[in-house]
């Protein structure tokens, strides 16, 4: 769409992974441009200036910014990787050694002369039909392999232009501690990037800041220290509102749950639904309309949010914003409502905040929320397991979930490189159909709702790493451990969202499987929607 022909529409939504505020700061790093090499070791230097934002968009850049500073990155020989001073060491089952042992060159000049030897009179076998199984046997730091073998394929990589290739290469170089590698490709990558390009440009272009950010420093750190500008609120709550319209995403899961909520409901004259990412309130708007229309009137609905602090920063103020919106609709549809706020984060949620009164029927709606909750793999608290557990203590008529199908939790880190990349890539992919390349807001869009996110996932360990997607199976498996037993969602769910899909590309995909909703592009599952009891 157009953006003079931009839907407006009452309520928000929330975006794909709305973050604590420390991670509201623009992801900001400095460019890793020369390099000096030893033989011994890598030494790791990273300025922190609030000079280099490149993840903040311009109308007058159209690709992906490419610095012409003087080097803020080397390597030195005879010492260890070093972390900046408000970065982290990464956990020895997160990160490979960074030990140099493939006797590289000592200068750039070498290299640049290396390559051209390499590109008319290198011997070697034939590497034109590598795949993603064998770009993973690229040769490593601790394996007997010559340097001509090595530049060899990289060359050839490079020249067959596959940027999905040389991306999952770099991170490959990165997992196996050959920074001397990882500084060629991504000096390479700088020129194949751009927002403003085809699906894999755009993400590559995120995905490469990613890299960059994770060799700068362990994670958040450096995007505190560097404190880029956060776009202004009412901007943000534009482009998710826009990224709302555009994708099927948000719709589908409220649609889904809302529906099975509406089913267990039926009955009830007293509903209490608590909302563990209340955002803008969108979800409830349809659920309200729905019940009004219940045949012997509506039940008294109440309905107690907890917030995050991005959706709060989006529309400039706290929940009672939400809980006015709300209800006043309701009042227009004359259904007894009652609003409340618990005032505490998901993890930090105690029975005593809900406010639960005897009489009522409850709902629990995590829409796109738990993933953000860490696990066991993180800290012995474990809050992600311990809210389930919570939860059902409650009693609830029905929970509903909502999640990306994606795996990107405890799986090491090249392998959660690749799945973020093939995970984001169908989603850039289903964003081209509708928004045109050369839209700004397009690029605000990808920018501010999603490639945080992706940076996060990327670059972030540990405790900052709050992007912590999970596929079906196991939020499957942590639910029963913790008592639940599936709530079948019913057929009339299913066809309504199929004639909500029928306003987007045929590319989407919805099947039903194992009593949850997929939703998809492509055949691609990126959205899985189910209940419980």
Not at 112 to 118: F, G, I, M, N, P
Not at 158 to 174: F, Q, V
Not at 455 to 472: D, F, T, W
Not at 512 to 528: K, T, Y
Request: charged share 20%.
């Amino acid at each position: 769409m157009q953006t003079s022909q931009k839907k407006t529409i009452s309520d928000g939504s929330r975006r794909f992974g709305d973050q604590p505020m420390q991670y509201q700061e623009s992801y900001c790093w400095p460019p890793i441009q020369n390099v000096d090499a030893g033989s011994q070791g890598t030494h790791l230097s990273a300025m922190t200036s609030d000079q280099y934002c490149t993840l903040e968009s311009s109308s007058e850049t159209s690709a992906y910014p490419v610095h012409n500073s003087p080097s803020t990155a080397s390597f030195s020989p005879n010492e260890s990787v070093v972390s900046q001073p408000n970065s982290q060491s990464y956990p020895s089952d997160q990160q490979d050694s960074s030990e140099n042992a493939c006797g590289s060159p000592t200068s750039e000049s070498y290299v640049t002369h290396k390559l051209r030897e390499l590109e008319t009179a290198m011997l070697g076998p034939d590497s034109d039909n590598l795949d993603m199984h064998s770009m993973t046997a690229m040769p490593g730091p601790n394996q007997i392999v010559s340097e001509a073998e090595k530049w060899k394929f990289l060359v050839e990589m490079m020249s067959r232009g596959d940027l999905k290739e040389a991306l999952c290469t770099c991170a490959l170089a990165i997992a196996n501690g050959d920074m001397f590698t990882v500084e060629w490709l991504m000096s390479e990558l700088r020129q194949m990037v751009s927002v403003t390009g085809e699906p894999i440009q755009r993400l590559g272009a995120y995905m490469l800041e990613g890299l960059v950010a994770r060799l700068a420093s362990s994670g958040s750190s450096i995007y505190n220290a560097l404190r880029c500008k956060e776009p202004a609120g009412a901007d943000l709550l534009s482009y998710m509102l826009l990224l709302y319209e555009a994708c099927p995403y948000f719709k589908f899961g409220y649609m889904s749950a809302n529906g099975a909520i509406a089913d267990a409901m039926k009955d009830e004259i007293s509903v209490h639904i608590i909302d563990f990412q209340i955002a803008q309130g969108s979800q409830w708007v349809t659920l309200i309309q729905a019940l009004a229309a219940r045949p012997g009137g509506p039940p008294r609905i109440r309905i107690t949010g907890i917030d995050d602090s991005t959706s709060a920063y989006a529309r400039g103020g706290g929940l009672d914003m939400v809980g006015k919106r709300l209800l006043k609709l309701a009042e227009s549809y004359k259904v007894p409502f009652e609003f409340h706020t618990a005032g505490v984060s998901a993890s930090e949620i105690q029975i005593e905040n809900l406010g639960i009164q005897p009489g009522e029927a409850l709902a629990v709606n995590f829409a796109l929320t738990l993933h953000h909750l860490p696990d066991e793999s993180v800290g012995t608290q474990n809050p992600r397991d311990r809210l389930l557990r919570l939860v059902k203590s409650l009693s609830p008529k029905v929970v509903t979930l909502v999640e990306q199908e994606s795996n990107t939790n405890t799986v090491p880190f090249f392998a959660r490189f690749v799945e973020t990349l093939n995970y984001y890539l169908a989603i850039f992919e289903s964003i081209d159909v509708t928004l045109p390349r050369e839209n700004k807001e397009r690029i605000n869009v990808e920018q501010h709702c999603l490639a945080r996110e992706v940076v996060n996932i990327v670059a972030c360990e540990g405790a900052e790493r709050v992007e912590r997607h999970e596929p079906l199976g196991k939020w499957r498996s942590r639910f029963e451990m913790a008592g639940f037993t599936p709530y079948p969602l019913s057929s009339f769910v299913n066809s309504t969202i199929k004639i909500l899909l029928e306003n987007y590309s045929e590319k989407y995909t919805l099947e039903e499987r194992d009593g949850a909703l997929f939703l998809g592009w492509m055949n691609r599952p990126l959205v899985a929607s189910c209940a419980w009891r």
